[in-house]
């Protein structure tokens, strides 16, 4: 079930250029230190979640799992996600429930 809160939060940071999706996009963002949150939807493989959470904690990023593939690519008006970056702190905030 599609928490509204969260695909909404996300659809506005889509709207507003604050995320980046897409395998290569989120792990370059990690690394370049612009990332405020990452989103990791729920049903991403043991191995890509081991990936993310390692550059993540690399990037020192807190990490959310919300969602599945479908519903947060479907939030952000594209195909199925793995994961999400988040690079503003007020839309960070909104998907942590600050």
């Known amino acids: 079930m599609v928490n509204n809160k969260q695909a909404f939060a996300l659809s506005l940071a889509q709207k507003a250029g604050k995320v980046v999706s897409g395998d290569f996009a989120v792990k370059s963002a990690l ?52 994961a999400a970056a988040i690079i503003d702190s007020n839309f960070a905030s909104m998907l942590q429930g600050k």
């Open 31 to 82: 690394k370049s230190g612009t990332v405020k949150l990452l989103v990791v939807a729920c049903d991403t493989s043991l191995n890509s979640k081991k990936e993310l959470y390692y550059l993540a904690e690399q990037a020192d990023v807190p990490v959310v799992e919300l969602l599945t593939r479908w519903e947060l690519g479907s939030a952000m008006g594209k195909g199925q996600r793995a």
